[in-house]
């Protein structure tokens, strides 16, 4: 059996991501765990099953939004809270328990109780429409805050006093308390008149005693409750960690003498400045990186890594014909994350040079920060590079509509912008936008591995100024010494169809090594490597 111990939760604490329907997602949920669990999970590599740590009351409405909703799991606050159900059930607010009078006010956004005209409690629903929070008020204050599992229960309530909140209870399926953490300090009490927890492996199932009544903190409870879970296991059982930070402290004592496989994924973790990651890497089987990049980091930093390092994209690649050649226009994106804004503007100036001579070319500056002005921001950075270097600076306008209504009420004008903002959060919204651009202009010191990816699957030919295993010069892309031949390498793929079409059959040729039948074969490796 393979165990995968995601990093699925937020960065401060052990809870999940979940959240309000209407906020705007200010993360992707996309990481390597979720790839490596659909890898599995949909070719039957090898048995497998999440071994969740973090409270995650919505479990299986993640699962569904990644398609792997039957994936096997055991989750530590499960365990912990002796919550047996498996399977989501439809919660209505109706069936909860209220006050008499209540009234039920419908706004845009939440559902509003009022109580003798008194707002009483605010309804929260999550993305798929089910009650996820529900606040509950005492003269104008928060008095209470009930998360609801997906499974049809109350999982945790915070109580409040003055507006602030207190402690946080994690309740049993019938309502009782087992766990109550203090907001001052952390600490943790265990309900002295409920002190075990579940633990079921296979056909093995137990109830065991918290050895303590009162925590330093809940990675202490979960570290207890994991150890004692581990014991059931299979002394052959592999265990896939996620690098994380709040890993490093849990799992460096409970992950002791067994076979185990460090991930690292992207910037998630600063293992650079945590002697616990050299801990962990001396003690691992095998350590697998996202990107040769990230492999070189590891090498140079992180003490007992050398040897076990395999790169395995968290990313695989598909055949996807791209529809730039649709188009009227050919549209150049250019990743701006992480830019310097002396690096910005030079590459604004050479592109806004370069539209001079392309009437057809439009720049699509691409982003996934998902802050609500962050459009704004770039172009309004675009018009002040493209106004210093005597650019026609409405180029950089935001795009909009003004109507004539005099004598020709149906004549509209457009203003001509010729720089956009792609702002794509999610990889769904990455991979629609990727399909229509002509090619990739990506001129940062690091480029992103999704991005990459994406391009080699829509064969869309990428000009880097950095290499990587995802750019090869020459054939499906150009690395450029220095960012002044940019023009020339944008002429090269943009005047003709000839090159074009040459980078996108080596790009093809490129996913090859990186389909989802190459990165199963080197996780085959990688297992087989640990006996």
């Known amino acids: 059996m393979l165990h995968f111990i995601p990093a699925w939760h937020q960065e401060n604490t052990w809870h999940e991501n979940e959240q309000k329907w209407y906020v705007r997602r200010m993360h992707t949920e996309f990481d390597d765990t979720v790839k490596q669990v659909q890898l599995f999970h949909r070719n039957g590599v090898y048995p497998y099953q999440i071994l969740l740590l973090s409270f995650s009351p919505n479990l299986r409405h993640f699962l569904h939004r990644q398609g792997v909703y039957h994936a096997p799991y055991w989750s530590c606050f499960d365990a912990i809270q002796e919550v047996k159900r498996k399977k989501a059930v439809l919660l209505s607010y109706h069936n909860m328990k209220w006050p008499d009078h209540v009234e039920f006010v419908y706004t845009p956004f939440v559902m509003t ?160 400045k945590d002697p616990g990651a050299g801990e962990m890497a001396a003690a691992a089987g095998r350590i697998v990186a996202d990107s040769r990049e990230q ?26 014909f791209g529809v730039s050649q649709q188009l009227k226009v050919q549209k150049i994106l250019v990743p701006v994350d992480g830019m310097e804004s002396g690096e910005l503007e030079k590459l604004i100036k050479i592109l806004g040079t370069y539209l001079m001579n392309n009437d057809s070319a439009r720049v699509h500056l691409f982003t996934r920060r998902a802050e609500y002005d962050r459009k704004d921001r770039i172009l309004e950075q675009v018009r002040e590079y493209l106004k210093s270097a005597g650019l026609t600076e409405e180029w950089g306008r935001k795009e909009q509509r003004e109507t004539v209504a005099e004598n020709d009420v149906d004549r509209q004008e457009t203003i001509d912008a010729r720089f956009f903002v792609e702002q794509c959060v999610d990889e769904l919204s990455v991979s629609k936008c990727v399909r229509e651009q002509r090619v990739v202009v990506d001129m940062r010191k690091s480029p992103r591995l999704y991005l990459q990816i994406m391009a080699v699957s829509a064969g869309i030919p990428q000009i880097t100024i950095r290499e990587t295993q995802f750019v090869e010069h020459g054939k499906n892309g150009q690395i450029l010494q220095d960012m002044d031949q940019l023009a020339d390498a944008l002429g090269f793929y943009l005047d003709g169809l000839s090159n074009w079409n040459d980078a996108m059959v080596h790009s093809y040729e490129l996913g090859r090594r990186y389909s989802s039948e190459a990165l199963i074969n080197q996780w085959k490796e990688v297992i087989g490597s640990l006996g």
């Not at 309804?123 to 996820?132: C, L, M, Q, R």
């Open 113 to 272: 109780a009022l109580l003798r005209g008194e707002k009483y409690a605010q309804i929260e629903f999550g993305e798929d429409g089910n009650p996820i929070e529900i606040d509950i008020y005492r003269k104008g204050l928060l008095y209470r805050r009930n998360i609801y599992d997906d499974r049809g229960f109350v999982s945790c309530t915070t109580v409040y006093r003055d507006g602030q909140p207190y402690y946080q209870d994690y309740l049993m399926e019938n309502g009782r308390w087992k766990l109550r953490c203090f907001q001052n300090d952390g600490h943790v009490e265990v309900n002295p008149d409920a002190p075990g927890y579940y633990l079921s492996y296979g056909e093995r199932e137990e109830t065991r005693t918290f050895s303590r009544i009162r925590y330093d903190n809940m990675g202490q409870v979960i570290q207890e409750a994991l150890s004692s879970y581990l014991e059931l296991t299979d002394e052959k059982d592999l265990f896939c960690a996620a690098m994380d930070r709040r890993h490093v402290d849990v799992l460096k004592e409970a992950l002791k003498g067994k076979r185990t496989i460090l991930s690292f994924f992207g910037d998630r973790y600063d293992y650079e």
């Open 295 to 320: 492999s070189r980091r590891i090498r140079e930093t992180v003490g007992g890594a050398e040897g076990k390092i395999t790169e395995i994209s968290p990313y695989d690649t598909r055949v996807d």
